[in-house]
């Protein structure tokens, strides 16, 4: 696994990566300057990032928010000495938030958590996000439609809306090859929960789908290209 840890606080560094040397990681890599870690980012894939949240350059919330628009596929771990940020760490994605100094127990909890998220995403093809401080990993199969928002994706499952720190482009590389259809730049469906079409104004697409109320529009040009995808899995 590897690691980066972004803290102005060469102390916490050196603490940080020792606790995680004991517990048997070593792939680590550690800045006290966030624009030098994002410069790294840009080069180098990393599986988990250790961020601080009290940082003078830039808050590890507004590092966190840039690392994953450039890696999606990053766990965040916020550590901070102050616990009044632990609201503001969820919202932006983090999967865990440790309050310093890091407690040896917490931080290998913590780390369990990571490797299961990652294996479960790995193998079963699912996608973590966030809806407040719950966190969701949601089958792709279960997916209804993906809805861009700003720098981030709503997922529609039945029970929910569900919160992902990606863009709409990059689940659509992700979705490619399963009966997903982007209908507009803002939305990704899925086919096979479809109940209904019908033409609306301009011969966009108006889609129902079963067992959720929700309709969604397609774009004018999203619903000629969809026909001809439904017409040739019709063949």
Do not use: C, W
Request: charged content about 30%; cysteine-free; proline content about 1%.
């Amino acid at each position: 696994m590897k690691i980066l840890i972004v803290d102005d606080e060469n102390l916490a560094i050196s603490r940080l990566t020792r606790l995680l040397n004991d517990l048997g990681y070593d792939d680590i890599t550690s800045f006290d300057n966030p624009l030098e870690a994002i410069k790294d980012v840009t080069k180098n894939n990393y599986d988990v990032a250790f961020l601080d949240i009290s940082m003078p350059s830039m808050t590890g919330l507004e590092l966190a928010d840039t690392i994953v628009s450039l890696k999606s596929n990053i766990f965040i771990i916020f550590q901070t000495a102050y616990s009044e940020y632990a609201l503001d760490a969820y919202k932006s994605g983090g999967l865990a938030y440790l309050l310093k100094p890091i407690d040896s127990e917490e931080l290998q909890k913590v780390m369990i958590r990571v490797t299961d998220y990652g294996k479960s995403a790995a193998t079963d093809k699912k996608i973590v996000g966030k809806r407040g401080d719950k966190l969701y990993l949601i089958d792709i199969d279960d997916i209804y439609y993906i809805k861009a928002d700003l720098d981030e994706v709503i997922i529609k499952i039945k029970e929910t809306d569900v919160y992902v720190r990606r863009k709409i482009g990059d689940l659509e590389s992700l979705l490619s090859g399963r009966n997903f259809f982007r209908i507009h730049r803002s939305y990704i469906v899925n086919v096979d929960k479809i109940k209904s079409m019908k033409s609306v104004e301009q011969s966009k697409l108006q889609i129902s789908f079963d067992g959720i109320s929700d309709i969604v529009t397609s774009s004018k040009d999203g619903a000629k290209d969809f026909r001809e995808y439904i017409e040739k899995r019709s063949l």
